[in-house]
């Protein structure tokens, strides 16, 4: 059931019959959708700083419902956060506005110029630039994180994460990688193939309405079993490797509404264990090799892709059909 409005309750009615049985069973279920994550939390308690150490310190004493405003200016990092939030009070850090307060990895080749330790913390209306990677959720079974409204440049690596994490919600923002299309994986044998854009781990993420470019791999699922996992209106303008990888994921996990632009391999089910594994809707131009990745995993016996379902997309490409 695709297109319903958020933060909804539901009637759902599921009729089950068999031809080759005696069922015909209807089956009645209430569910509500989720929200989309509020901008302010419950009891909000602002607090405005405007260099380092205030920043520091203020996400170091940092409780739930803290909302931590950066003044304009550049901040020189990298900066590691272990606060944690609530789901009605989030820690919220955010800047003024997103053009002028940078967060400055200082050009360092394997830092993030972001961690962050904990669960319902909101990274909002910043820039990050200049590191190996702009932001990485580090705990494993993390929840509840936002990235919202976050300009990330001048970086090898966009937004990563670790195992087990849940219901994150990583939209609108600007990610812009290193590399320049039409630099693809078959000029240099998979040199960059794991430069990703926005990679989450788990289940229940939702990303969507972000605009990428100059990665390997723009959008990606990065651990086997993933479930319940969104990407929706994404528009991605390059991809030396995959637009999009749902490789592993093994049940409801769905790429709908999203553009495609310069890619070379787009869409990735390298495997899907079982499904369904949805791509809906979305509209793919300038394939430099295949649409559609039905791939087996390497090995003995090698693991095929199961349960996709691939439906009204629009595709459009110089060579391969």
């Known amino acids: 059931i695709f297109e319903l409005t958020p933060g909804t309750s539901d009637d759902i009615e599921l009729h089950a019959t068999d031809p080759d049985g005696p069922v015909d069973n209807v089956i009645p279920v209430s569910a509500t959708t989720r929200s989309v994550p509020p901008d302010d939390p419950t009891s909000p308690t602002i607090h405005n700083v405007s260099n380092v150490a205030a920043l ?17 200016g550049t901040y020189t990092g990298p900066f590691s956060f272990t606060v944690s939030g609530t789901a009605t009070n989030p820690v919220v850090i955010r800047g003024a506005d997103e053009d002028v307060v940078v967060l400055d990895g200082g050009g360092c080749s394997s830092c993030n110029v972001v961690e962050i330790y904990g669960s319902f913390v909101h990274i909002e209306r910043l820039t990050l630039a200049h590191a190996n ?34 219901d994150f919600y990583v939209c609108d923002n600007v990610v812009e990688g290193r590399l320049i299309w039409p630099q693809v994986y078959s000029d240099d044998g998979g040199a960059h193939s794991d430069d990703d854009g926005i990679i989450l781990r788990g289940n229940g993420h939702v990303v969507c309405h972000n605009q990428i470019t100059g990665f ?30 749902l490789d592993g994921s093994e049940g409801n996990t769905r790429a709908f509404r999203n553009r495609f632009t310069n890619t070379y391999a ?56």
Do not use: C
């Not at 310190?57 to 909302?67: C, E, I, L, N, Q």
């Not at 990235?147 to 994490?165: E, F, K, P």
């Not at 003995?300 to 595709?315: A, I, K, R």
């Open 56 to 72: 520091n310190a203020a996400v170091d004493s940092a409780t739930p419902g803290d909302v931590i405003v950066l003044a304009p």
């Open 133 to 166: 990677r702009g932001l990485r959720f580090q705990t494993v079974g993390a929840e509840g994180n936002v990235v919202r409204r976050v300009h990330i440049w001048d970086v090898r690596l966009g937004i990563g994460s670790n195992d087990d994490q849940r």
């Open 216 to 245: 390997g791999d723009a959008l990606k699922l990065g651990e086997d079993g993933s479930r319940g996992d969104d990407f929706y209106g994404n528009e991605v303008t390059s991809a030396y490797d995959n637009g999009i990888e």
């Open 266 to 321: 787009t869409i990735s089910f390298q495997p899907i264990f079982g499904g369904p594994a949805y791509a809906l809707r979305n509209i793919v131009v300038n394939v430099a090799n295949e649409q559609l990745k039905f791939h087996a995993l390497g090995g003995s016996p090698p693991q095929e892709p199961s349960g996709m379902l691939v439906l009204n997309n629009t595709f459009v490409s110089p060579t391969l059909a």
